[in-house]
């Protein structure tokens, strides 16, 4: 499997303001997701992220409050927007290699404190 | 719709002793199941994975066998160590959810001394 990386790993940001987490790959991945990882919680889907095309959120999210782009096959950004403490989170970013595999892997992960 | 269930955690145990962590699942046509580990600190690995029944799954040490039949897919281990001690995560993909994971809401593992 390919090398994924995050940036930032970790931001204490102020409420109503953005971050922007950006998600590398070292190879080409034909599917990039995105999900949250509330406190003490397991992990949801936010959305997947699709190559030149708007990214499929899932139900409870909204393109609005986390604007995703992926304008290759090695790169996507996640933003969430107008933060609250309860978007306090870990940000992880996953690739899935070739057609239909089934096997997903992760990035390190963002860890966000909203205060 | 799709479901896991994990076993509550946390789980402690000595060192060398016998893990089970149960999971069981809901789904629609055939799913392929997996176990994630998350080490303190880090984001998610995959551990082992299964694409149909009666395959077994096996890394580290660690096993888990596909049961159609009673919808299961519980991860064991013969010996643990305390580096094994982590938060594990049973999930599945099922057939015409392109890929969607569907995570269980994981198992903490304390191993000690």
């Known amino acids: 499997s390919a090398v994924i990386s995050q940036k930032p790993s970790r931001d204490i940001c102020q409420r109503g303001t953005s971050l922007t987490i950006q998600c590398q790959v070292d190879?080409?991945?034909?599917?990039m997701f995105w999900y949250r990882q509330q406190p003490g919680q397991s992990l949801t889907l936010i959305a997947t992220?699709?190559?030149?095309?708007?990214?499929?959120?899932e139900s409870g999210f909204v393109i609005d409050k986390f604007p995703i782009s992926r304008p290759n096959l090695t790169f996507s950004t996640l933003t969430v927007s107008n933060m609250s403490p309860e978007d306090s989170s870990i940000y992880l970013c996953?690739?899935?290699?070739?057609?239909?595999?089934?096997?997903?892997?992760f990035g390190p992960g963002t860890r966000l404190t909203v205060l | 719709g799709n479901s896991v269930t994990q076993m509550e955690g946390p789980v402690t145990l000595s060192e060398e002793a016998f893990l089970t962590i149960n999971c069981t699942y809901t789904?629609?046509?055939?799913?392929?199941l997996f176990w994630y580990v998350q080490y303190p600190g880090e984001g998610l690995q995959l551990l082992l994975k299964?694409?149909?029944?009666?395959d077994k799954g096996s890394n580290k040490g660690f096993e888990a066998t596909y049961r159609k039949e009673t919808t299961s897919f519980h991860l064991e281990k013969g010996s643990v160590q305390v580096s094994d001690s982590a938060v594990y995560f049973c999930?599945?993909?099922?057939?015409?959810?392109?890929?969607?994971?569907?995570f269980g809401t994981g198992t903490r593992l304390q191993v000690t001394l």
């Open positions: 996953s690739v899935e290699y070739g057609v239909r595999t089934d096997t997903q892997y």
């Open positions: 190879s080409q991945v034909t599917m």
């Open positions: 992220a699709n190559q030149g095309s708007e990214a499929t959120y």
């Open positions: 789904a629609t046509g055939y799913p392929s």
């Open positions: 299964a694409t149909k029944a009666d």
């Open positions: 999930a599945l993909t099922s057939t015409g959810t392109a890929s969607k994971l569907t």
